[in-house]
């Protein structure tokens, strides 16, 4: 009895509405900054009255309008809502699982859309943009869901030890798999563009499939951040407050597959988001999930624009892949998260 | 003493099985290929009385591409007995905590920035080839120590600083790979996944010091890893000067992947499985273990190879894909087991 009551205390919910309202204003408009100076840097530099003549008095006989309209635009838009998606999913992972280490790159969600891509670029002869982001959707959940199951399966559940090696060994089993099939069929390079693309060749079909999705994602999300927040006290104390720990849990999974999916689908591989923007968010507005989950969406999405500005400004014209910026940003921080062996929630 | 004498016999046993078996299993692969080469002719080629074509396709390529499967499956094996042994972790592996992709990684900056865009060793290459992967596997296994390091090394936070250093490598190696032309690309993508296609004698020579010297220092220095095993205190009240023994064993698994990965590239899940199934058939004893799990290791490198040629004819898949198919399925049972 002292034991879960000192549990309990310990566990106490840390709820900062002032923090989180600062890191909403500031977050939004250095997104809104950010966007900005995503359409306007580039191989191409527009200044930033094209940009906004170009949006509200479209001219599509200028070249930098279509620039803006066809290439940039969409791209910022996408990279705004990856973002969002991934942090969102992340938080939802670390909140169900309790789990530091929970995300959608360690929870094999690249590697199964990887295996489903590579088997649409295979067997499919024409595959249009959407067949390829239905195939990375299925993919996205059948890499989770079988990091799931091995959970489900081992007896002490799903401690960070075992998450980031059933993590590992899904993605060497699935990856191995696609490999094969790449070489086999000749299609390592189209797969390679999808794989490492990021949001570089996004066009305006795959932001009108993204963003309708993503809203109800987040939306969802935002309305069962409430139960999170008690469900991550741990399920006995859940359970005790009366919470149906199965149905919100299903819940979370639902939405965690609506964004991954939807965000792996159009921008492929974009590593370590979900893992650190969660932490960086708990760090600064505390441990109640009702903050977290949108001060997570806006700051996800600020560092993947900020991400994909730097992508491109690298090494021009050449685009860096995305999510090795992400993962050098990421990995010296799930590094800190490892020396703490995964304890950090 | 009556358990001691039947497990030499036991060690006796399953050694000769292996070796006989290594022995067929290698005739079977100087038989296997685009061009069938029956053992008759195979005798035939050795006694000067076969065709010189035939001769040459099972002198030049077929034979040093087996004996290279053979030496990276026992370094390979060696290297993950000793990981498993000195970090107290059955799930170690250089491909799982970030040794490969670090040679990997090494190897993919020689190409790119020394050897220029072409993705064909000269003969040159082949002997500095290693060199490279053995520094990259160095300062891969450094990194993971230092940043594990915490009032000494736990196993859990070995690994988990493996996988996070097997991620940063892996982006870093996708950033140059992205910058090559699509032929290297792709010949990129097979060396990485593990691959003994370009097997030829000069490799076999680069391969074949390392294994020669680490292999039975290795062997030799199984009373270190039997006590390293036992844990660190234990180990110490034994008077085995710890992180002596630790750094040493340690450098020379390095060395074993870091040469094995230089010729092979990355192939996973061998240093994981050899030493696993050398425990079921000997016991954890590494005096027994090492040496089996070595001639596991060759058998299973040279059984995936001949898997891997045979599967899909005309286009080969890398050994290390069939390898990982093999593995990964293994580890899961392993991780869900636990």
């Not at chain 1, 191409?44 to 066809?70: E, P, W």
């Not at chain 1, 974009?270 to 760090?283: K, Q």
Request: aromatic share 8%; hydrophobic share 55%.
């Amino acid at each position: 009895m002292t034991k879960s009551h000192s549990l309990e205390s310990d566990k106490k919910t840390i709820y900062r509405p002032k923090s989180a309202t600062l890191v909403l204003g500031i977050g939004i408009l250095f997104l809104l900054i950010s966007i900005c100076l995503s359409i306007i840097l580039g191989v191409a530099d527009i200044n930033l009255s094209t940009v906004l003549q170009g949006i509200f008095h479209f001219d599509s006989t200028s070249t930098a309008h279509q620039i803006i309209y066809r290439l940039r635009l969409p791209r910022a838009l996408a990279a705004t809502f990856i973002g969002a998606s991934l942090a969102v999913s992340g938080a939802i992972m670390q909140g169900i699982t309790r789990n530091a280490l929970a995300s959608p790159s360690i929870m094999g969600v690249t590697s199964g859309a990887m295996f489903t891509v590579s088997i649409a670029f295979a067997f499919i002869p024409v595959v249009s943009n959407t067949v390829i982001m239905l195939f990375a959707f299925v993919g996205a959940g059948l890499g989770a869901a079988l990091v799931f199951l091995i959970g489900a399966l081992s007896k002490r559940g799903l401690t960070p030890m075992k998450l980031a090696l059933a993590g590992t060994a899904i993605s060497a089993l699935l990856g191995s798999i696609s490999t094969g099939i790449a070489l086999r069929f000749d299609v390592a390079k189209d797969i390679s563009f999808w794989y490492a693309g990021g949001v570089a060749g996004v066009q305006w079909i795959n932001v009108q499939l993204l963003i309708p999705v993503a809203i109800i994602g987040l939306i969802l999300a935002f309305f069962i951040s409430k139960s999170i927040t008690i469900l991550s006290l741990g399920e006995d104390v859940a359970s005790g407050l009366g919470q149906k720990v199965g149905f919100v849990k299903l819940l979370g999974t639902i939405v965690v597959l609506l964004l991954t999916g939807a965000a792996v689908a159009v921008g492929g591989t974009i590593g370590f988001v979900g893992l650190v923007v969660p932490h960086i968010v708990r760090f600064i507005v505390g441990s109640d999930y009702r903050l977290i989950i949108p001060c997570s969406a806006v700051v996800g999405a600020l560092l993947l624009v900020l991400s994909d500005v730097v992508a491109r400004l690298v090494h021009p014209p050449f685009e860096t892949p995305l999510g090795a910026i992400t993962a050098i940003i990421g990995v010296p921080f799930f590094l800190y998260l490892a020396r703490r062996e995964g304890r950090g929630l | 003493m009556l358990s001691s004498k039947s497990s030499k016999t036991k060690l006796f046993i399953v050694s000769t099985i292996l070796i006989v078996a290594i022995i067929c299993v290698f005739f079977l692969s100087l038989n296997m290929g685009t061009i069938k080469i029956s053992p008759i002719e195979i005798i035939e080629a050795f006694t000067g009385k076969g065709s010189t074509q035939t001769f040459n396709i099972l002198y030049n390529f077929r034979i040093p591409r087996s004996v290279i499967a053979i030496l990276i499956g026992i370094g390979m094996a060696i290297a993950g007995a000793i990981l498993q042994g000195v970090s107290r972790n059955s799930l170690a592996d250089p491909g799982i905590i970030g040794i490969n992709s670090g040679a990997g990684f090494a190897v993919i900056l020689y190409i790119f920035f020394i050897q220029g865009s072409v993705f064909q060793a000269g003969p040159l290459s082949v002997y500095i080839m290693p060199f490279f992967a053995l520094i990259g596997a160095l300062i891969a296994a450094a990194l993971i120590y230092v940043i594990a390091w915490k009032d000494g090394v736990t196993p859990v936070r070995l690994v988990l600083v493996g996988i996070g250093i097997n991620a940063a490598f892996g982006a870093l190696i996708i950033i140059f790979q992205l910058m090559m032309d699509p032929r290297d690309f792709t010949q990129a993508t097979i060396w990485l996944s593990g691959s003994i296609w370009s097997a030829s004698w000069s490799y076999v020579l680069a391969l074949l010091p390392w294994i020669l010297i680490l292999v039975p220092i290795a062997i030799s220095k199984f009373q270190s890893i039997n006590l390293l095993q036992l844990g660190d205190n234990l180990a110490k009240g034994l008077g085995v000067s710890i992180e002596r023994e630790r750094g040493l064993l340690l450098l020379i698994a390095v060395g074993l992947s870091g040469a094995c990965v230089s010729v092979g590239g990355g192939i996973s899940f061998l240093g994981l499985l050899a030493p696993h199934l050398a425990r079921m058939l000997v016991g954890p004893k590494n005096q027994r273990l090492l040496p089996v799990a070595a001639l596991i290791g060759a058998l299973l490198l040279l059984t995936s190879d001949i898997i891997a040629k045979s599967l899909m004819v005309g286009s080969e898949i890398p050994v290390g894909l069939v390898l990982s198919c093999l593995g990964a399925p293994y580890f899961i049972y392993l991780l869900i087991k636990e």
